[in-house]
């Protein structure tokens, strides 16, 4: 916990770090004597709202920003895909945006995933590439 207060016989209020994944294990400890819990709790998935364009050209050359919530730390590993690329490079902004090159390629109606560690969030028929020019 980054502070916790106790509240009765049999309840501490905990506030946890900002972080990412699933099933931590919390320990509670009081004089000498310490008591654990496996799988005590989890961070809410990463959730994608939206992203800055919704066409790219095929060459690959935008860099877009990836909104939601959920994104975790800079601390903490990210990895984004749009369609069936992973993004390269992806710079974590914030918990709620990261930078994305999008990659070379053709398509419409693509998949937007953002994933930190073991859970995932996406958004579906998020953008397309250009079409091509006669």
């Not at 895909?81 to 053709?106: D, F, H, R």
Request: with cysteine; aromatic share 10%.
């Amino acid at each position: 916990c980054e502070s916790s207060n106790w509240s009765s016989d049999s309840s501490i209020v905990c506030r946890t770090p900002a972080g990412v994944g699933l099933k931590w294990f919390l320990t509670v400890t009081s004089g000498k004597q310490s008591r654990s819990l496996t799988e005590a709790w989890s961070y809410n998935k990463p959730f994608v709202t939206w992203i800055t364009s919704w066409n790219h050209p095929t060459t690959g050359a935008a860099t877009i920003t990836v909104n939601g919530y959920n994104f975790g730390t800079n601390l903490q590993s990210q990895t984004v895909t749009m369609g069936s690329s992973v993004c390269n490079p992806s710079n974590w902004v914030s918990e709620s945006a990261i930078l994305c090159k999008v990659q070379q390629g053709i398509g419409q109606k693509q998949e937007t995933n953002v994933k930190t560690e073991l859970q995932m969030g996406s958004i579906t028929n998020a953008w397309s590439y250009d079409a091509p020019v006669a």
